[in-house]
Nanobody
Framework: QVQLVESGGGLVQAGGSLRLSCAASGRTFSIYAMGWFRQAPGKGREFVAAITWNGGSTDYGDAVKGRFTISRDNAKNTVDLQMNSLRPEDTAVYYC????????????????????WGQGTQVTVSS
């Protein structure tokens, strides 16, 4: 498994931006898809964004399409989530996740597609 550490969460006003980053170690980073999920209080874990091993394909949850952008740097073993036009409903703990299988051609969107998770970083958007 891989170790994942998220950073960049915080408090922001509605309409603002935040950039989350996830640093990976312990496994070859560049051959696995990476994803971001979030969980709000009292709700299940929700898919936010994912990117294939080579960055060639991405996918986004409907709630964040057009506002969030996922990217990765395989030389630095990092994956980022740029979040713009934030809304109060984006408030949640955001988790970075590493894909279960290498070299898959699509960006996976289900929690079972991932086998390693970070501890999460809190994002709070005030109205």
């Amino acid at each position: 498994q891989v170790q994942l550490v998220e950073s960049g969460g915080g408090l922001v006003q509605a309409g603002g931006s935040l950039r989350l980053s996830c640093a990976a170690s312990g496994r070859t980073f560049s051959i696995y898809a990476m994803g971001w999920f979030r969980q709000a209080p009292g709700k299940g874990r929700e898919f936010v964004a994912a990117i294939t091993w080579n960055g060639g394909s991405t996918d986004y949850g409907d709630a964040v399409k057009g506002r969030f952008t996922i990217s990765r740097d395989n030389a630095k073993n990092t994956v980022d989530l740029q979040m713009n036009s934030l809304r109060p409903e984006d408030t949640a703990v955001y988790y970075c996740a590493a894909g279960r299988a290498p070299f898959i051609p699509r960006a996976p969107t289900g929690t079972l597609d991932y086998d390693s998770w970070g501890q999460g970083t809190q994002v709070t958007v005030s109205s």
